[in-house]
């Protein structure tokens, strides 16, 4: 069964910095999502990967398939970005598997 | 832009009770899934379903659990005697493929209360 780790667990930083997320998982796998969790519990996908870079907004995800480690960055990070964003791999008849989150807060 | 919805909200149901937590799916997804998040913890997976299957399940998703897509459009999570532990959020999820290659689409979650 494949390990989910995420780090750091918690994140506070100043609005308008660079904030990395990373995940390290322990079984190969086809694809990696980032969620993000708001407060009110909602749930919602940032990007699937299976390879390489994705970019949308502030928000770019990467991977290194060989290493079996992603992050998630976020450039010029605004306290609307305050949330716990969510590694999950995909296992196949495991179905996804979840870190358990990095709580961010940006704070003004 | 489409959205998955979740009802009820909130459902509070006393120990041995049966609960019927209810999906609406994005209409021409063809994958859909439960998750559970007990309260302070991570998601975890419950199960998927796919060409009026269950394709894969977890260890959670034992007897009392049960998935069915009745009409075409609802998609149900069914727990027949509830226990407390079964007290967490619920997330219903769908996506166009299979999610090895097809971004998630999440309710907003029932929150189910067992007393």
């Known amino acids: 069964k494949n390990e989910v780790e995420q780090s750091p667990q918690n994140l506070t930083a100043q609005e308008g910095e660079f904030i990395t997320i990373n995940c390290s998982y322990s079984v190969g796998i086809s694809a990696l999502h980032w969620l993000q969790q708001h407060p009110g519990g909602g749930i919602v996908s940032l990007f699937m990967?299976?390879?390489g870079k994705k970019k949308h907004g502030r928000l770019i995800a990467t991977i290194n398939i060989q290493e079996k480690h992603s992050s998630l960055h976020i450039t010029a990070s605004h306290p609307r970005d305050s949330a716990v964003y969510i590694c999950a791999v995909w296992g196949g008849a495991d179905g996804l598997t979840f870190g358990k989150g990095t709580h961010l807060i940006i704070q003004p | 832009e489409p959205e998955v919805t979740q009802t009820p909200s909130h459902q509070v149901t006393q120990m041995g009770q049966e609960v019927i937590l209810r999906c609406v799916p994005i209409?021409?997804?063809?994958?859909f899934y439960w998750y559970r998040q007990i309260l302070g913890q991570k998601v975890e997976f419950l199960v998927s379903f796919y060409n009026n299957e269950i394709s894969e399940k977890s260890e959670i998703f034992d007897d009392q659990f049960s998935v069915e897509r009745p009409d075409g459009s609802n998609f149900t999570l069914k727990i027949r005697s509830t226990k407390l532990e079964d007290s967490a959020m619920y997330f219903c999820?769908?996506?166009?493929?299979?999610?090895?290659?097809?971004?998630?689409?999440f309710g907003n979650g029932t929150r189910l209360t067992v007393t």
């Open positions: 209409s021409n997804h063809l994958y």
């Open positions: 999820a769908s996506t166009r493929e299979s999610s090895y290659n097809s971004p998630l689409h």
């Open positions: 990967l299976s390879s």
